[in-house]
């Protein structure tokens, strides 16, 4: 063997050697972290949410996992240094090439780890209601104004649905809900609260209100119409929606309402969801404001979809839910 050779397996020696030394606590703690950061959100979607019983039910399932995984490979990296150094260049050069093809990219793991941190920070609120079984006298008369199959419908909703947000379409969770709220911010930022004449419930099909576009570029109409405008256009790309009848309670009467619900996911979903919302598209709207949302006994996440601020999940005006109407039930 040659000097050089000699020189060059005493160098690797030594820095293999140095891993395994207890002054190397620093190095290793860097390489763990490294290798729990991708794990630890790649895992997170499927671990259930752990909340303990103090501090308002604070959720642990995000600290603990990484505390479990970076505990893990601290030992494993000490006890198998060169495995694990090889195994994390290969998984780094195999992130490079993924993002390189457009699939999972580093931009994607730095969107799902803000998200999991904004979970953690921000503040949600899924709110109390009072629940009844009374039957709505007008359901099937909105279900029928919900022509979402009507041509005009689903050219309107494509045209609202790639609007905005067209960046995010890549890293956004669910490429239909980015749609819906490409929608609803269309929707939302025309609308324009006009009364029914007294006496009469009017409802306005979708497509019907629609054609307003074509007198000021304004939709019109009260909360029926705007439910039923919302239902039509998130159904016709694929949203699943529910109208929710509701009473708000005036310092002078009781006023009947009716707003939409957009389905998102489970908790997890709300959390990245939430993160995109309030960091990425609908900023000013929500600032200093809490998403709002209502959990179904299945675990389903239904985001606030009215017109009472300009962002989803916004505050609901009732505490009272009347009646469900569902629309095209999956």
Known sequence: MSDKEGEKKRDEKTFWGQLKDPTSAVLISIMSFAITLPIVVSLYPVIPPIRIGFFDGARIDFLLTSLVCFVLFYVLIKKFSKFFIYAFSLGLVGLAASSFLGKYSFVDLYYDYSAIYFSYTEDFREFTFNEKNASAEYNQRIINAVDYRNERVKNAANAMAVANFQEYKGSFPSLKILQCF?????????????????????????????????????????????????????????????????????????????????????????????????????????????????????????LNMDYNDYYPGGKYQSYVRKAVITINPQ
């Not at 009716?258 to 598209?281: Q, W």
């Open 182 to 302: 490409s929608i609803f911010k269309e929707v939302r930022n025309k609308w324009n609260y006009v009364y029914d004449p007294k006496g009469d419930e009017y409802y306005s099909k979708t497509s019907v209100t629609l054609l307003q576009l074509q007198d000021d570029n304004k939709f019109k109409g009260d909360c029926d119409d705007y439910s039923i405008l919302i239902a039509g256009l998130f159904t016709a790309v694929g949203g699943e929606v529910r109208l929710v009848r509701t009473v708000v309670e005036t310092k002078t009467r009781t006023i009947g309402h009716l707003y939409p619900e957009l389905l998102i996911g489970n908790v997890k979903d709300l959390e990245k969801i939430s993160y995109f919302i309030k960091n990425e598209l609908f900023v000013m709207e929500s600032m200093d404001k809490p998403i709002y949302y209502y959990q179904d006994l299945e675990g389903n996440i239904w």
